[in-house]
């Protein structure tokens, strides 16, 4: 992966990490990820 996809990749899942800390109060971390078709792995990695 060249350093250009690298970066586009890494705002991308800023954007991503962004959304799911502004989730609804009550729902979990777990259930945001699933609802929007997110592996957790994928998730935690970024």
Do not use: F
């Not at 954007?15 to 990820?33: E, F, M």
């Amino acid at each position: 992966m060249d350093e250009t996809t690298h970066e586009i990749r890494a705002a991308s899942w800023k954007s991503v990490i962004s959304q799911c800390q502004a989730r609804p109060a009550g729902q979990t971390r777990k259930q945001w990820l699933a609802q929007n078709g997110i592996s957790e792995k994928s998730y935690y990695y970024w």
